[in-house]
């Protein structure tokens, strides 16, 4: 994540996603931000982020790999590919966190 975030914004963001990342920001560095609607959004992010990740690992549970671990792999592997969802949601993710955090406080405006 670090070599994506050292490209400049143009060549992985569209003008709407770097736009809306660079509020972001801006709000969180001047303090706006409401904390637990932002920790669920990114909590959410991570989650959503961790479930397209474990796809990734379902062909490797063949019991012919010689470097097969077995149950202890699988358990292992599950809160690896958890730990890998927070991170990237703390690193900036894929951006959902910064939609569902707008879109919560848009239902706690409607809802007062």
């Known amino acids: 994540m670090d070599a994506l975030a ?13 736009e809306a990342r660079a509020t972001a920001k801006a709000a969180a560095a001047e303090g706006e931000r409401d904390q637990r609607a932002w ?3 990114q909590q959410f992010e991570a989650q959503f982020v961790s479930t397209l990740l474990q796809s990734m690992f379902k062909g490797l ?3 012919d790999n010689p470097f097969g671990g077995g149950q202890g792999e699988s358990m292992f592997r599950s809160l690896l590919v958890d730990q890998y969802g927070q991170q990237m ?3 900036g993710g894929v951006g ?3 939609d569902v955090y707008r ?4 239902m706690q405006e409607v809802s007062q």
Do not use: I
Not at 6 to 18: G, N, V
Not at 103 to 106: A, G, H, N, T, V
């Open 89 to 91: 949601a703390k690193s």
């Open 96 to 98: 959902l966190a910064d």
């Open 103 to 106: 879109e919560m406080l848009k």
């Open 39 to 41: 920790e669920a959004a």
């Open 6 to 18: 050292a490209l400049p914004a143009y060549m992985h963001l569209s003008p709407a996603q770097a």
């Open 61 to 63: 549970d063949n019991e």
